[in-house]
Every structure is written in C-alpha cells, then in structure tokens.
C-alpha cells in the first residue's frame, strides 16, 4: 500500500479526499478505492493500492502532490507532509553517499561564457580544491556555449578525480542521448533540473544506466513546497527525488538566501540521508548563501557525513577570486 499523510481541511473531508484521488465517485471497484486511515488535528492518514500507479512517477505527482486536493475548491487546506511508499517501489541511488563532507562549486557567470572561458573558471574550481563543478540551472545549450564543446573543454581542465556535472535539462524527447553525449565526452555526471523537466526524468536516468551519478536541481519545486495550506512539503520531494534515482540532492542552506526555515532543511537531510527501507542514501547538497565565512558553521548545524557543501556567488567575491574562495572553504572545513 502507498500511505500518504495530508494536512488537510476542512475535518470530515478524509474521504472525500480519498475518494477523490482514487475512484471520483462514491462507489466503485474496491481494489482501486482510496482509505482512510485516521483524521484528527488537521492530518488525514489515506493509503491507495500500489497498483493504482505503479511506479509511473508522474501518475503518482498527479494524484498525491498536484492532485484534486489541490484543485478542489471544498478543500482549504490539502498539503501532502508524508509519503510512505513499499520498500523497492522506486530503485533509489546507484551511487550512495561518500563519507566526509565534499566542497562543490557553480561556474558562474550563469550565462555568457564560452567554452574554453568555462573551463578555465572550472581549473581554477579544482584547484582550489573542491571535488564536484557544476552548470548553472540556467546553463543549458545556447549557441555561444554549446553543451558537447563544453563538456570536452570543462573535462580536459580538470583532474580526473574533480567531477563535472553539466546540466542536460531541454527537450525531453532527446533528454536520454544528451545525457550519454555528455558522458561520452568525459562528464563525470548528469545534471537535471528535476521538477521543470519533471521527477521522472530522474528515474529515466537512473534506469539508463549511465555509470555517471545524477544530480537533481530542484529548480521548479518552489511553487508546490513554498504554500503552506496546499501542495507538498520539501521533504517528501527530497525523499521521492532520492527514491527516483538522485544521487545529489539539494536541500538548501540554514538561514540562507533559500525560503527554508531551519527546519526544513533538517527534515530534507533526513530524508535524503536517513534510512529508507533498501535505498541507498543520496549525497546531501547544502546551497544557496553558502561560502568561506559560514561553511563550517552550515556543515556543523547539517552534522554528519554524506554532505557537498556548494559554493556559489560567495566563491566568487573572495578577494583572491574564486580559485582562493574554494580553498578558503576548504581549510575552514578542516
């Protein structure tokens, strides 16, 4: 059974949410039909048959985050906070977390660079130390930047044990041989924008055996995690993003430039990181606001291992410029 726990108003209205995202109707086929499991204080307990969706990811947004609920003028309150799905449901991370703490960095400027401008920005990245470069989410394939040109640049600039991750989001008839293009000329992962490209492009990914770890950008997930009375909390879209097959996943920053409370980012960690049945624990990306002056105190409030802290525009406003930025970070991680 998939069991998914709704904050959710008005009281008395479980089963017509039940109802709603199962059969549509007051009656039906009883092997399809929604249940409730408890109500009280606000929080609704439903579970669905599995075999209502199976593992098509999108059925499964459209029924439990973006559904009815949502849409339905009777409820004023439908906000998905828990989702338990059956152990080996979805595959999880190929790739699971490392020990330590790891220190990434963006290339920036977001636009405008070419490719060999993008892999001297990406040498000097490496060379201050930090083991993962990535695109920008914006970054895609503009003509004075072509994906493949610079995926060959970045990979020749950098050490074998630096991982470039470019950002493979478009069209999603081609999404699959933009990624082995990439691959093919030396990334040392795959970078999508997992909630505008849509979740399923992570597990599409993950069952493309590609040899390479996946990073999902959570781009796109503001609109259903930021409304406090409908959509779904970010946690569960860090644990489905985990389950689809994320190897990095991120979770925002404590008191950072991001919309999340502290508390948040803590419930993202723990969905990324802690136990989930069979699945593997994705690495945790801590981002948005993070660099020399506060990364220790960032990856100290995260604890634990299993942790890339991702440096931005702060990188960049060192004095030393960027290259000095990420060895900054990486000495006070020390």
Known sequence: MIRATFELEPHGSALALALEESL???????FVRGAVVSEGDGVAVLEFPETNWGRNVPLLVSALVAGEGVETRAFT???LVDLQLPDGFL?????PARPGIGVGAILKPSLGLRPHEAAEVAAAIGSGGATLVKDDELLGDPDWCPLTKRVAAVAAALHPCVQYFPNITGASTTLLDRARRVVDRGAGGVMVNAFA????AVLALREADLGVPILAHRVGSGPWARNERFGVSSAVL???TRLCGADYVLVGSFGGKLFDSDDEVRAQLDAVRGPLGQAATATAIVGGGVG???????ADAAGGEGLLMLLGSAAYAHEGGVEAGVRATCEALR
Do not use: I, T
């Open 238 to 240: 860090a644990m489905l």
């Open 91 to 95: 595959p999880g991370p190929a790739f």
């Open 197 to 200: 490209q849509g979740l399923d």
């Open 24 to 30: 549509g109707l007051p009656d039906g086929p009883a």
């Open 292 to 298: 020399p002056d506060n990364v220790r105190a960032q």
């Open 77 to 79: 309150r439908c906000r």
